[in-house]
């Protein structure tokens, strides 16, 4: 690795398992510090993970790196700020904020879904968000110098999709909030921008991913015609935390194979 991200420190959210497991991992291995934040250490069962029997931090301080674990509720605004708090007491300040923690509900029609089922999306995915961002922000503000917010979006964000209008309407809710926020904070040399995936192999799609017809039809749709991979995000992550995407603002980035080019037919 090329050090990318020497002297920094990040929080990734969501991070025990999925992308915020493998963003942390990519994140210390090109230099930062990274606190690992989510409900519990240990990563999802029926994930993807190549050393499933480690937490993300026992993994990252085996490579040589430096990890804290905090247990966060992105819900819960005083666990957000609690967060943030312990990651500048611990490493000594706050450079990148990784707003990874996300939730999907999915199959079943518009009006099919319970109040419950738009009530999670939307407190893990905008609230969770919304509180990650707005705390990032008073930490670099009082540190002065800038920061770099980074938001995981999805391709729902960016568009509709079939039989997940929870999941889709808080993802636009969360492309929007990147959006505000880079607009409102450029000034102070905060940047602000979203990673939008399509399905990716991690613990919450494996059912999806071990469903043979959805396979073969999600495959069939995406041009580059594979499933997406955390390490696919988790490169796309270090650039936009790293200098080298320093003019880059406000931007939702596509990273889906192709999939919100059009609907693939030969």
Known sequence: MTGKLEGRVAIVTGAASGFGRAISIAY??????VVVADLHEKPLTGGFEAHAE????????????????????????????????????H????????????????????????????EACWK???????????????????????????????????QGHPKQAVYNISKGAAANLTRCFAIEYGHEKIRVNGICPTYAK?????ALFDDKDFDGAFVESIPLKRWGETDDVAKLAVFLASDDSSYMHGVLVPIDGGETLCRYSV
């Open 28 to 33: 210390a291995k090109e230099g930062a510090k």
């Open 54 to 89: 480690l937490t993300t931090v026992k993994e990252i301080e085996a490579a040589g790196g430096s990890a804290l674990f905090v247990r966060c509720d992105v819900t819960v605004e005083q666990d957000v700020i609690d967060l943030v708090a312990k990651a500048v007491a």
């Open 91 to 118: 490493f000594g300040r706050l450079d990148i904020m990784f707003n990874n923690a996300g939730i999907y509900r999915a199959g079943k029609l518009a009006h099919e879904f319970t109040d419950e089922d738009l």
């Open 124 to 158: 893990v995915n905008v609230k969770g968000t919304w509180y990650g961002c707005q705390e990032a922000v008073r930490t670099f503000l009082r540190q002065g110098g800038g920061g770099n917010i980074i938001n995981l979006v999805s391709t729902a964000g960016l």
């Open 202 to 206: 991690t613990a919450m799609t494996r």
